[in-house]
């Protein structure tokens, strides 16, 4: 049976990851989750499969090297897929210093700890043993003109502390399979959406705010663009480059679904007013009257956009839900998930949130 070692599997975009990859396997696959639990990390998104026989939690940092180390000597790790990470960039504004250590460090524990358990004496490695380390598209930096995209040959140019983080932990994994053959791959894919997303990002943010007749904060013009991906779409992209990718390569992962900020907000409001019941009291405080134009992002990048041409010929993935299916699946999850919501929007977020955005 094949162990897989997910880094940050309490999170977003992890939590989709494992559930899909329960969904795929079943018993034929063993998934250790290692996260330390940040406020971005949430064992509720894991309920469903807590008690499976074939997955354990185990809460760690991926700084702390004893603990990782004993990890991969006390099990035989076939794959790592390393999703841990500081993910906001108004958070990396604010406070850089813990991106670069767990984006940076943490990546770097990591890749030695896998490197040690590995690699044999005569520097070649385990068979089937792989490492993905999933990244974002953000490292290319900002597009201007429309008809332009990011190309797996795209030069690096981060703008924003994460990105920069993120650009060199890409850097150091690219640097580990140049130096030492570590088989790895690297994803770099754009905004993902969908179930399980901290409403500090774009888009539960304005479902959140807009189904309490709270502002709907715009940065700037709103009129920056984003390549938004369903989570479930990442998640299987990701599965499928482990499987039928060649090591040592990057693949780009998006959708062609590029929209404006602005425009995300009116596609979530009218969705909204159209899934809501009629009886619903909600209905009342949805409005576009919520919109409110605040002070830019530092720094912002203008436009993302992924050609995600090689991984649709080399791996035969393509995007399966459009966004107008997407919004649709992600409100109704949310609808879903009041609870969820109310709790990971309690405590620490109330205050992080009224600071941010001074209310
Ligand atoms: P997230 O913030 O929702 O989750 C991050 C997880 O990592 C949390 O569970 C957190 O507890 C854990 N974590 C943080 N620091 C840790 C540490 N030091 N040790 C162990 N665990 C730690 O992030 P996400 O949106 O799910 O993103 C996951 C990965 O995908 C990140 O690497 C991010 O850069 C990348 N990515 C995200 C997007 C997106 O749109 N969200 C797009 C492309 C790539
Ligand atoms: O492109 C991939 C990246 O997408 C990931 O690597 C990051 O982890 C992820 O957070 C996301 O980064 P963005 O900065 O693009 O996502 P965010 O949801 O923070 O913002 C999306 C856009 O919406 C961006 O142009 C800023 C704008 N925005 C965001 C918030 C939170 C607003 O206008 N108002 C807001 O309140």
Redesign the pocket.
């Known amino acids: 049976m094949r162990t897989y070692l997910v880094?940050?599997?309490?999170?977003?975009?992890?939590?989709n990851y494992i559930h899909y990859m329960f969904e795929k396997y079943g018993e034929d696959i063993r998934i250790i989750n290692?996260?330390?639990?940040?406020?971005?990390?949430?064992l509720e998104n894991l309920k469903e499969v807590e008690n499976r026989e074939n997955y354990t939690f185990v809460r760690?940092?991926?700084?702390?090297k004893e603990a990782l180390r004993k990890l991969f000597t006390e099990n035989e790790i076939h794959r790592v897929v390393?999703?841990?990470?500081?993910?906001?960039v108004d958070r990396s504004i604010r406070d850089p210093e813990?991106f670069v250590?767990?984006?940076v460090l943490?990546t770097l524990v990591l890749l030695n700890c896998a490197k040690e358990a590995w690699e044999q004496a005569d520097g070649s490695y385990l068979p089937d043993r792989r490492f993905l380390h999933?990244?974002?598209?953000?490292v290319y930096g900002s597009l201007e003109e429309e008809g332009t995209f990011f190309y797996e040959t795209t030069p690096y140019d981060p703008h924003s502390p994460?990105s920069a983080s993120?650009a060199s932990s890409d850097m150091l994994v690219k640097a580990y399979m140049d130096t030492y053959h570590f088989p790895a791959n690297i994803t770099?894919?754009?905004?993902?959406?969908g179930p399980?997303?901290?409403p500090e990002?774009l888009i539960p943010l304005m479902i959140n705010n807009a189904l309490q007749g709270k502002k709907l904060p715009v940065y700037g013009d709103g009129k920056n663009v984003r390549d938004w991906?369903y989570v479930r779409d990442?998640v299987k992209a990701i599965d499928m480059v482990q499987e039928k990718g060649r090591l040592f390569e990057t693949y780009n992962i998006g959708g062609h679904n590029e929209k404006q900020n602005i425009e995300i907000i009116h596609i979530i409001l009218e969705t909204l007013q159209d899934m809501l019941p009629k009886e619903d009291p909600r209905r009342k405080l949805v409005s576009k009257e919520l919109i409110t134009y605040v002070e830019d992002r530092k720094g912002h990048d203008r436009r993302y956009a992924i050609a995600p041409d090689k991984i649709r010929a080399e791996i035969g993935w393509e995007p399966e839900t459009m966004f107008q299916e997407g919004i649709r699946l992600t409100i109704q999850w949310y609808f879903e998930h009041g609870d969820w919501m109310k709790r990971v929007t309690s405590g620490e977020y109330q205050k992080y949130y009224a600071d941010f955005y001074k209310v």
Request: charged share 15%; proline share 0%.
């Open positions: 880094t940050g599997g309490a999170g977003f975009i992890g939590s290692v996260d330390a639990l940040t406020y971005a990390g949430n760690a940092d991926i700084c702390d390393h999703f841990a990470a500081e993910s906001h813990v250590r767990t984006n943490g999933v990244s974002t598209d953000e994460y993120k770099n894919c754009s905004n993902n959406y399980y997303q901290f990002k991906l990442h």
